[in-house]
């Protein structure tokens, strides 16, 4: 949760970048209340809701990876994580800098 309260806060600075963030859920074990739980206590909006864990599997088998996609699709970075450590909303927003300002 604390990457999201992180990104939360950051957002506008991804906004400079055109940078949209977006969550996908594919651990909430309470589905749509734990959903609804996650924005409430951290603030960010949209997390999506991945179960039965069908779209994150294809990409993501065991550990909880954060990407940054550019416009077209293609992904442009990845940061290994885990389910309880996860990369800085201030890592992101700085390799975000690096590859899409103009």
Same mark, same amino acid.
């Given at each position: 949760?604390?990457?999201?309260v992180?990104?939360?806060k950051?957002e506008?600075e991804?906004a400079k ?5 977006v969550?996908?859920?594919r651990?909430?074990k ?7 739980? +996650? ?17 994150? +599997? ?6 909880? +990876?954060?990407?940054?996609?550019? @416009?077209?699709?293609?992904i ?10 996860r990369?800085t ?6 390799? +975000? @800098?690096?590859?899409?300002s103009?």
């Open positions: 949760m604390a990457q999201l992180q990104l939360n950051l506008p991804f970048l055109d940078c949209k963030l969550t996908v859920f651990e909430e309470d589905g749509v209340e734990g959903l609804k739980k +996650a924005v409430d206590k951290t603030g960010f909006s949209p997390i999506l809701l991945d179960t039965p864990v069908t779209a994150t +599997a294809a990409y993501q088998h065991e550990n909880y +990876a954060t990407y940054l996609i550019d @416009k077209k699709g293609v442009r970075a990845v940061f290994d994580g885990t389910k309880k450590e990369p909303g201030e890592l992101l927003l700085e390799e +975000a @800098k690096k590859l899409f103009n």
